[in-house]
């Protein structure tokens, strides 16, 4: 059976940090790329980041290039998600996808999705 589990979130001031991550079974985590997405709440689900299988690649959507960090350790079957400077519009359910392929990154190419993490930034 195929689980990821996304243990993390939480509420956060804005400027803040947290970290996220995301354990894989039931499958070969490392032959999959992985990624974040997230869903604003009344918006689209979206992605965030995305690191290659072997994690030699990285992409991230343009609003949090300076700000998070994806990242993988494949011996933990695990894939973070470092956010430093959260702002309220970062305030989202958080999921972790799994897929064959790194690009492209949207969602029909993602077989296995975690439950979702509420993050929220707020004063």
């Known amino acids: 059976q195929v689980q990821l589990v996304e243990p993390g979130g939480g509420s956060v001031q804005p400027g803040g940090s947290l970290r996220l991550s995301c354990r894989g079974s039931?499958?070969?985590?490392?032959?999959?790329?992985m990624a974040w997405f997230r869903q604003p709440p009344g918006q689209q689900r979206d992605v965030v980041a995305v690191?290659?299988?072997?994690?030699?690649?990285?992409y991230y959507k343009d609003l949090v290039e300076s700000r998070f960090t994806i990242s993988r350790d494949n011996a933990k079957n695990t894939v973070y998600l470092q956010m430093n400077m959260l702002q309220p519009e970062d305030t989202a359910v958080y999921y972790c996808?799994?897929?064959?392929?790194?690009?492209?990154?949207?969602?029909?190419?993602?077989?296995?999705w975690g439950q979702g993490t509420q993050v929220t930034v707020s004063a």
């Open positions: 996808a799994a897929s064959p392929y790194y690009g492209p990154f949207a969602e029909p190419v993602y077989d296995y």
């Open positions: 039931g499958y070969t985590f490392s032959n999959y790329a």
């Open positions: 690191i290659s299988r072997n994690g030699d690649q990285r």
